[in-house]
Each structure stands twice: as C-alpha cells, then as structure tokens.
C-alpha cells in the first residue's frame, strides 16, 4: 500500500533548487532518503508536509492530496526535524500531556514504552536535556500516537551509538507492524542496519532510488597507482598507496582489479566527481 506519493516538487531559492522531485513510499519499508548537506533533504520533507510552500508540485497521503486534508493526514503521519526547542521551561510531562490532547489515536503504553527506553525524565523540562536527548522527546511524540508513516529529519543525529541502535530497533519493529519510514541521514551505518531502500538526492534531483543491494551491486571501486586508460572513472580519490575511483558495475575494465563498493564509497566518488547527474547514474 503507497503512504505518500510525492510528485514533480519543485521549490527555488536564490542559490539552490529542488527540480522536480519524486518519489513513493510504501507500508513495511524503511527508505533511507541521502545526500550531502545541501542538496535538499529538508527542503523536501519540509515541503512535503506544508512547512515550506513549493514552488509546484506536492504531496499526497493515503490516496488524499495534502492540500484540503491536512489535519486528518497529521494524525496519520508522525514528523520529527531536531529535538523539542519549545516551552523549555514546561515539564517533559506537562508537554506530553497537552500534546496527546492533539491526537485521539494516542497510545499512553507506547508513550510509556519510549520514555523508559530513552531514559527521559517526565520531571525535567527540555532546557535540562542534552541535544540527543531532545531528539529522543521528539520521537517519542512521534511514536506515541499510532503514526501509520514516519517522516524523521535526521533522526538519529546527536544520540550516541547505543541510543541510535535502539532506535533502529524499533524502525525496524515498526516496519514489521506495517509501518512506513521516510528518513534522512548522513550516517551510513545506519542506512546499512535497517534500510529497504534508498533515496539519493544530488543537487536538488533525484539521481538514484533503488533497493540498497541493489544500489550497492550497481557499482565496483578500482584501486590504482597509475591512472588506467579506461573510460567511465567518477570521482578519484587520494589513498594512502595510490588511488581508487568508481565505476559501473558492467564497466569494461581491461583486466583491472576491482571489488564491491560500500554505500558509503559510492556516495563519496559521486560526491567528488565532476559528472552531471544524469551520466553519473
């Protein structure tokens, strides 16, 4: 079943553009949405859910246009971009209290759940907590009201190993209920422990949205002294002993030795590279 569909969004700054952007996500898939800083990761969940207003293009939720249906489709939808930054004086029990106010489908044991797992203190107020864990209070809102899709922003950014680990758990747990996860992140460790696919967007495009296996197996890494007399080389990087640089996985390489490439080497030879998008990919 698609979740969200999100069709041609395009949104224009001075310096930057997202083109045309879209993309599909379904129910019991975690999809790893990369790409460096800046190349319009936020912007797309921003406009997505009406906190940017795209230039055209848009959003649809459960079969319904986000435009004229917005209330019924944040019930649905759970959003987490950074930690809490608000009412930084209130008690973390107090916000929990007014915000389930919000949602008829709360879930009071899955909020419980969430606090005792990230170790949150109802009795602090969010000017008491660390960075990572105002993130930890965001998702626990997130996940206390029966979100049928996540859309998370850097979720696990500022929790340390053990916090992240968990928090994967429980993506992936939400995955075999059903669930959908939209998620951004430059940790590729991450993407590797949960993901179903990935997003890859590069300069406000989207250049590549495929399984992650088979993302991965698209690709071969070379390593070399000497520059080879081959074509198709993106992105060569200085190594201790040499070089190495990517190709197609269905290259001619004349010989040449090569290996798997990581998700975390693809994503630094395309980077690096001087190719347009669409011959890149």
């Known amino acids: 079943m698609t979740l969200c569909e999100v069709n041609k969004l395009s949104k224009s700054y001075p310096s930057f553009r997202l083109d045309g952007v879209s993309f599909k996500v379904s129910s019991g898939e975690i999809v790893g949405f990369i790409g ?4 319009g990761k936020s912007t797309t969940l921003k406009s997505m859910l009406g906190f940017v207003k795209p230039d055209s293009g848009g959003a649809s939720f459960f079969g319904k246009p ?6 019924e489709i944040k019930q649905r939808v759970g959003y987490v971009a950074g930690g809490v930054d608000y009412y930084q004086k209130s008690k973390l029990g107090t916000l929990i209290d007014t915000t389930k106010r919000f949602y008829p489908n709360w879930d009071a044991e899955a909020c419980r759940r969430c ?14 907590l660390s960075a990572g864990m105002k993130v ?3 998702l626990t809102l997130a996940l206390s009201h029966r979100a049928e899709l996540l859309i998370l922003d850097e979720p696990t950014s500022g929790l340390d190993p053990v916090s992240r680990d968990e928090l994967l758990d429980i993506f992936l747990s939400l995955r075999d209920e059903g669930k959908g996860i939209l998620f951004s992140t430059h940790i590729i460790a991450d993407l590797e422990r949960c993901a179903d696919r990935i997003i890859y967007i ?19 890494i070379v390593r070399y002294s000497e520059r080879p007399d081959i074509s198709g080389l993106i992105g060569e990087r200085r190594e201790r002993d040499g ?3 990517l190709v197609r996985a269905d290259a001619r390489l004349g010989g040449l030795s090569n290996e798997p490439a990581s998700l975390e080497e693809i994503m630094l030879h395309i980077e690096r590279g001087d190719q347009d998008e669409g011959s890149a990919l």
């Open 136 to 138: 930890k209070l965001a």
């Open 202 to 220: 590069r300069r406000g495009r989207i250049i590549a949205d495929s399984l992650l296996g088979d993302f991965e197996r698209g690709w071969r």
């Open 243 to 245: 070089f190495s640089a």
């Open 115 to 128: 606090l005792e797992r990230f170790e949150l203190d109802i009795r602090k107020t969010p000017s008491e």
């Open 36 to 39: 460096k800083n800046g190349a």
């Open 66 to 71: 986000f435009i004229g249906n917005e209330t």
